[in-house]
């Protein structure tokens, strides 16, 4: 090779040696220096959405609100702190950080505020916060006007519905009427209020506001306007009762429908609200005047006249009706010119009755303060008519059919497992030991046959898991007929054992009950941590001295008459000794 061949060859070994060392550089800094340390991303921003911008006011509706954690460069950062807060309402959220997709999520509901209004949720992480608003929505406000000569006493009956037609109790209603003083009061159980007033000389309009909704009324003497506006003809009426079945002591809304031509509404036709009683059913109407006789009810500017209906004592078939005139009447019996009855479809009144039914979403809430985890479940009570119950004191109780054994293991994600035999390095099965409850009688004593696995005591330990109301006197229904649990088991303990909730509760002598099965879940986001040891890791109730638990032999057991949670006779799987 010739002087300048080997001078080009310096070159170029030189110009690949700073190529190295520049590449280095745009990586970031020393390269020796970079290889020896690890780097955390951390989020500079959070992307906050919402599955819903409205929910409606029923209490079951709900919207799932998303954070994602992004870092500098938009990418997902998991393991991020993420706090979830609102002004209102109930929060479930998934957990306290980002999951591996650096995505975090809460579920929002109305909580027992069934008003229309909006909820502001704040997602906080450091020192960064994102607002999202969702609004509640569906709240009706409706008026029954009685009328009455001028100078005398008169009322309207407001009623206060959220979304799902369920009445709001204990809401403040303010009532406006020129030349009266304003009145401000609560909705009673019912979402009721009656507004009293003395009836001017002329038509006058009166606005009530409850819940952010406001209705406008007016009111009109009967030695007044005597004939409708502008000579209306009424081309179709109609009455209507909602719901067409309530239990004793219940309300049945009734609606008048006045429709002219080209379907506009007729407003100020005179309307008495009756009920046709050949069954001697009983009841009330709201627009009754205390000594029997019918008040005169006005449609309002949509056509609309309303009663209430309340149910009395006994069961049976009562038949709505109402008698119309677009003139003051004449006579009290309908029989006059201009009088009309109508018929609504029967309403059946039934004898009270109560069912429950528990509610629950499967959502892990984890408290590590106190080592447990916990599950909300909502107990709804009702009557024969499907008609909420307020004020039914709920019993809870919980009891474990059957508890496992084993051991969690990375297959992938945290699986649990069971080693069948002393080999266990051969014969590992992703799998859990199921055994029942060796308190086959469940009278807490340890007797003859029960501690089948010789470890003296019974299995599993009672005070493992326990559910009570979720507040103060929540285990009392609310005026939707609903009442709050929190079951709360040890972290230790999930998945280890299943429950079966009972609940109870008594109402006019009549019992009425209802079961949730479940197992003790784990939160998903433990199980995919595969670096972490979940607290659940081993069984509690595996040999002490064998954590990694090997399998039992099982005693197929027959027992008659075991209990009232059993059958009859019943064949019991009790694990035995170790093998």
């Known amino acids: 090779m010739n002087f300048q061949g080997i001078q080009g060859l310096k070159t170029l070994i030189a110009a690949m040696a700073m190529g190295v060392v520049l590449a280095a550089c745009s990586a970031g800094g ?16 959070l992307n906050v959405s919402t599955s819903k911008t409205t929910i409606a006011s029923t209490g079951s509706d709900t919207a799932v609100i998303t954070v994602t954690a992004i870092d500098s460069k938009n990418n997902v950062v998991p393991s991020t702190p993420i706090t979830f807060q609102s002004d209102s309402g109930v929060l479930t959220t998934s957990g306290s950080t980002t999951d591996t997709s650096g995505n975090a999520t809460a579920t929002l509901g109305i909580g027992s505020d069934h008003t229309n209004r909006p909820i502001n949720v704040v997602v906080t992480s450091g020192s960064i916060k994102k607002t999202i608003t969702v609004q509640v929505t569906g709240d009706t406000l409706t008026a ?21 037609s369920v009445p709001i109790a204990n809401q403040p209603i303010t009532v406006s009427m020129s030349g009266q003083a304003d009145v401000s009061a609560n909705t009673d159980p019912n979402g009721k209020y009656i507004y009293n007033y003395t009836m001017p000389s002329t038509s006058t309009d009166v ?10 009324s007016t009111v009109t003497p009967t030695n007044g306007t005597t004939v409708i506006p502008n000579a209306a003809t009424v081309t179709s009426s109609s009455l209507s009762a909602n719901p067409t079945s309530v239990s004793t002591g219940k309300q049945a809304e009734l609606r008048a429908l006045f429709i002219g031509a080209s379907n506009a509404p007729i407003q100020y036709v005179r309307v008495h609200f009756m009920m046709n009683d050949s069954n001697s059913i009983g009841g009330s109407l709201s627009t009754d005047a205390s000594d029997g006789t019918h008040n005169v009810v006005y449609s309002d500017a949509n056509g609309v006249a309303r009663s209430t209906y309340t149910a009395g004592t006994r069961g049976g078939v009562i ?52 080592n447990i985890y916990t599950l909300n479940v909502v ?56 055994c029942d409850n060796e308190d086959i009688n469940r009278n807490n004593v340890m007797e003859s046959g029960e501690d089948a696995n010789v470890s003296g005591s019974l299995e599993p330990f009672k005070a493992s898991v326990t559910i009570v109301p979720a507040s103060a006197s929540s285990n009392v229904t609310d005026i939707y007929g609903k009442a709050y ?31 949730l099965s479940s197992s003790l879940p784990v939160p998903a986001t433990t199980l995919t941590s595969t670096n972490v040891d979940p607290p659940f890791k081993f069984s509690p109730y595996n040999v002490s001295s064998d954590p990694l638990s090997r399998a039992w032999a099982v005693s197929i057991i027959p027992v008659t008459n075991p209990g009232v949670i059993y059958p009859a006779t019943t064949t019991f799987h009790l694990c035995g000794p170790q093998q």
């Open 30 to 45: 020393k390269g020796p220096d970079k290889t020896t340390g690890t780097t955390t991303s951390t989020a500079a921003s």
């Open 319 to 370: 038949t709505p009706e109402m008698c119309w005139s677009s003139v003051d009447f004449t006579t009290s019996d309908c029989t006059g010119a201009n009088e009309h009855i109508v018929s609504a479809s029967s309403l059946t009144v039934v004898a009270s009755g109560v069912s429950l039914a528990p509610y629950a979403n499967g959502t892990v809430g984890v408290d590590d303060t106190k």
């Open 144 to 164: 029954t006007v009685t009328s009455t000569t001028a100078g005398s006493a008169a009322t309207i009956q407001y009623t206060l519905l959220d979304a799902g």
């Open 485 to 515: 649990f929190t079951l709360q088991y040890g972290q230790n303990y999930a998945s280890w054992e299943d429950v079966i909730m009972t609940f109870t509760t008594t109402v006019e002598g009549t019992e009425g009950h209802a079961t």
């Open 379 to 434: 107990v709804q009570v009702v009557d024969a008519s499907n008609q909420p119950i307020s004020g039914s004191t709920v019993t809870p109780s919980v009891d474990i059919p059957r508890f496992y054994r084993g051991v969690y293991t990375v297959n992938g994600s945290w699986v649990p497992s069971i080693y069948q035999d002393n080999t266990l390095a051969t014969k590992l099965l992703n799998a859990k030991q199921s």
């Open 207 to 216: 606005t009530a506001t409850a819940a952010t909704v406001s209705t406008k």
